[in-house]
């Protein structure tokens, strides 16, 4: 593993332990380098996701842009990390164990606004606002209706 300090391309495992919801593994590192300590995390992979965006683009699925979007509507919500990264190892295992290598960027952003709901009424209503593009006031007070039914 390189190191994120010094590019030196060897480093050592101080520590290995399962992340929380056991879907991945935390390796503590240090540089045998410079010394300098950081942390990875490995996860299973089943196969190349491809994500299907509009007009036929394709690009690969990137869990980090997953946990990025959740993450942004979610902030100053509380709602802790832990919970973050739980609902997007959620989606990605929906994703994987579909039988599906290419997956509509709008399976994905129902299966984001399913997770929200559950998880913080802001925070869905902030990613709605932006996954179903909202242009006015109105556009907030219709869907804000349906949520608490």
């Known amino acids: 593993m390189r190191c994120p ?10 520590d290995s332990r399962p992340t929380e919801d056991g879907s991945s ?3 503590r590192r240090q540089c045998e380098d410079c010394g300098a300590r950081f942390t990875t995390f490995e996860r299973v992979q089943l196969r190349e996701l491809i994500v299907v ?7 690969a699925f990137d869990r980090a842009k997953l946990e ?4 942004i509507a979610c902030r100053k919500r509380p709602v802790p990390p832990e919970r973050i990264e739980r609902l997007a190892s959620s989606i990605q ?15 994905i952003g129902e299966l984001v606004m399913e997770g929200l709901k559950g998880l913080d009424p802001v925070a869905y209503i902030r ?5 179903k593009d909202f242009r006015e006031a ?10 608490s039914e």
């Open 68 to 71: 990025r979007s959740i993450a």
């Open 53 to 59: 965006k509009s007009e036929d683009r394709r690009e």
């Open 5 to 14: 300090f010094c590019a030196h391309e060897n480093s050592q495992v101080k």
């Open 127 to 131: 990613f709605a606002s932006v996954y």
């Open 93 to 107: 295992r929906q994703i994987e164990t579909s039988g599906e290598s290419e997956t509509p960027s709008a399976r």
């Open 25 to 27: 593994i935390r390796r």
């Open 138 to 147: 109105k556009d907030f007070e219709d869907f804000a209706g349906t949520v």
